[in-house]
């Protein structure tokens, strides 16, 4: 005689996973049998191991479309949809952590596939790894929004479901797993409301609310029984997100600054670096008589080469003095940082009229494989296979604000390299030390025909609003944008396409963000969550009933 537990009972977990003790142990991943029971489902294209697999992979990679440059905002809402409810039907929580992992290797092709010519079969590599992160959230979204959930079990979906993708942004958004690229929240950097959510609890919130709302839709289709619940879930986001665009604080006006864009576009073949200097060098002569206060030049405008000529130094200054401003260029070069250390930086140096100013920041997360090889001595056969780092660039050691000396006394600014303004947590510093502007220098050239470019420019909108700071996102080769202290776009963004300098005319604001003043509380709150749902979890556990010997 065999003793039920409570799988697949309205209290239990997803429909149609084995009781205890039930099975026979040797079913596929794809092909469990039913447990007795319970009547066999009909054959479907989706009880084949092979294609429910191929499901998953493109139920996860829905949520790619979100982010720009399609930039469906709106199916964000919608976008894990497909996903959740194929979890929902899997048979065995074996078949849910399969489907969650699956459908985590399609997410995260779909949104870095752009890096498929530097990365080629590690892209592969990469996404099999990270897929991991999503097999325990598969079987967190079975156990809760499986079989025929009760009012109780999918109001607790709607708030566990979305803490634990969190988690996964979390732990993903580590330097060494790639960095927080891709977060579901993100995909809102255009939408008022989200922007305003933002500015409470980062992008950490807006994720929390699009993955919330996707699972209440999961319910509401899914099943009768949760439709109430799941519906009055779905108003009371709506209605707290009303609450926020309210009552949030708001930025306060504090004048103005004018901050100049130089974007050179696409210069290549022999020469490049010299040819690049020059282009830069010329458009950064048409401003002047425009009454800029800072030029921006993007990252990795002057090369080793150019660096090292003493030349190079005077042009810059002359150019600071016949603009009547501040440049602040970036350099990748061999250096000597203040600490001794001597290796390639990528470092953002503010030049006036008689030279650098002293003040020079060091890129401190560097892009994995593409600045620098991980664990070199056993992957560094990398370099011979895609465009990885030949040689590993050296970080800098803390965030630097600088304060402009000249066109606009008084003014700090705080720099940013590339990829480092995809960490929330690096804006909310430098805005915390005193930064009233922050200035992000980045190049996508390598992936100028991607979605890259228009993902990377669209960040700034999100530091913008999280912390009540501008933001000004200069490239190489566009896009070139810059974002008021409440998020909204400022001025005409410089296309993929556009070889020119433009001057964007800057709010500046005072006060402090609910993010910036308590930083990531929403991480915290899921965090709480999941850990109420584990105690949960375990007094039922010592509360069950023991089988007995069969």
Known sequence: ????????????????????GEGSGTAGAGDEASPPGRRSPRAGPLTSAWTRGAAAVLAGALPALAFPAPGLWWFAYLALVPWLLLIRTARSPRRAALDGWLGGIGFVVAVHHWLMPSL?????????????????????????????????????????????????????????????????????????????????????????????????????????????????????????????????????????????????????????????????????????????????WGESSIGAGAWQDPRTVRRLAELSRRVGADLLVNVDARQTDGSGRTGIFKSAVLVGPGGPTGDRYDKMRLVPFGEYVPARSLLGWATSVGRAAGEDRLRGDRQVVMALPDGAPGLRIGPLVCFETAFPDMSRRLVRDGAQVIVAQ????TFQHSWAPAQHASLGALRAAENGRPTVHATLTGISAAYGPRGERVGRPLSTDASAAEVFELPLARGETLYGRFGDWPVYGALAVLAVLCAVEGARAFRKPVPGPR
Do not use: K, N, Y
């Open 1 to 20: 005689m065999r003793i039920r537990g409570g799988r697949g009972t309205p209290d239990g977990g997803p429909a149609g996973a084995p009781a205890p």
């Open 120 to 296: 080629h079969v590690f892209i592969v590599l990469l996404a099999a790894l990270l897929g991991l992160l999503w097999a325990p959230w598969g079987l967190l979204a079975a156990r809760l929004l499986g079989g025929t959930p009760s009012a109780a079990r999918g109001a607790a979906a709607v708030l566990v479901v979305p803490s634990g993708w969190l988690m996964i942004e979390l732990v993903r958004s580590w330097e060494g797993l790639g960095g927080p690229w891709g977060l579901l929240g993100a995909s809102q950097w255009e939408v008022g409301p989200a922007l305003r959510l933002a500015s409470v609890g980062g992008v950490w919130l807006v994720s929390l609310l699009v993955v919330a709302v996707s699972t209440g839709a999961v319910l509401l289709i899914a099943d009768r029984a949760a439709r109430t619940a799941a519906g009055a879930l779905l108003v009371v986001c709506g209605l707290c997100v009303a609450a926020v665009a309210a009552w949030a604080p708001r930025p306060q006006s504090a004048g103005a600054v004018r901050i100049a864009v130089v974007q050179p576009g696409v210069v290549g073949g022999p020469g490049s670096v010299a040819r690049r200097l020059d282009r830069g060098e010329e458009l950064t002569r048409t401003l002047a008589g425009r009454d800029v206060d800072l030029v921006v």
């Open 442 to 445: 980045s190049a996508t050239s």
